[in-house]
């Protein structure tokens, strides 16, 4: 479950950052270094550390939206990650994260890995997030201004998420 007010590394803010053109319609853009002991036994990035750096990211796209104070609970449903190109120390991933699709009570997310060192996309990924209540027992709606929000935010960049 998601429900803590933790800082994620570093997000990039839309006027500020430069963006590669592959992460132009991402609304945020989770910087993640590569760490020497993230590496597998063949000198990859291993598998599950994506699954890490998706957490971070969907961390840092709440906090975008101000979503992530402490009163809201949310947890994974689902995830995958399609792994295009071997990542390899030194590397810097630039994880462009938007909302595919919202929901009533969901969300799915959508992640393109961005390898500095490669210039291009190395992995895609997704992930279907619910809203709790604040028990985590039963689903919760997303309000109408935080709909309104996020649909907000995604428009800026020129993406519309499915509804």
């Given at each position: 479950?998601?429900?803590?007010?933790?800082?994620?590394?570093?997000i990039?803010?839309?006027?500020?950052?430069?963006?590669?053109?592959?992460l132009?319609h991402?609304?945020?853009?989770?910087?993640?270094?590569?760490?020497?002991?993230?590496?597998?036994?063949?000198?990859h990035?291993?598998?599950?550390?994506y699954?890490?750096?998706?957490?971070?990211?969907r961390?840092?796209?709440?906090?975008?939206l101000?979503?992530?104070?402490?009163?809201?609970?949310?947890?994974?449903?689902?995830?995958?990650?399609q792994?295009?190109?071997?990542?390899?120390?030194?590397?810097t991933?630039?994880?462009?994260?938007?909302?595919?699709?919202?929901?009533?009570?969901?969300m799915?997310?959508?992640?393109?890995?961005?390898?500095?060192?490669?210039?291009?996309?190395?992995?895609?990924?997704?992930?279907v997030?619910?809203r709790?209540?604040?028990?985590?027992?039963?689903?919760?709606?997303?309000?109408?201004?935080e709909?309104?929000?996020?649909?907000?935010?995604?428009?800026?960049?020129?993406?519309?998420?499915?509804?």
């Amino acid at each position: 479950m998601t429900h803590s007010n933790e800082k994620s590394a570093s997000i990039s803010d839309a006027a500020n950052d430069h963006r590669p053109e592959l992460l132009a319609h991402y609304p945020v853009i989770h910087h993640q270094p590569i760490q020497w002991g993230e590496m597998d036994a063949f000198n990859h990035l291993n598998n599950v550390v994506y699954y890490r750096y998706a957490e971070s990211a969907r961390i840092s796209y709440l906090h975008a939206l101000g979503m992530f104070d402490g009163s809201m609970v949310t947890v994974l449903a689902q995830s995958s990650c399609q792994y295009l190109r071997p990542v390899t120390y030194p590397d810097t991933l630039l994880l462009g994260v938007r909302c595919k699709r919202l929901g009533n009570t969901s969300m799915t997310m959508e992640y393109s890995y961005y390898s500095t060192a490669q210039e291009k996309i190395v992995a895609t990924a997704e992930a279907v997030v619910v809203r709790l209540d604040r028990d985590g027992k039963g689903k919760l709606p997303w309000t109408a201004a935080e709909r309104q929000q996020l649909l907000a935010l995604e428009a800026k960049f020129g993406h519309t998420p499915e509804l």
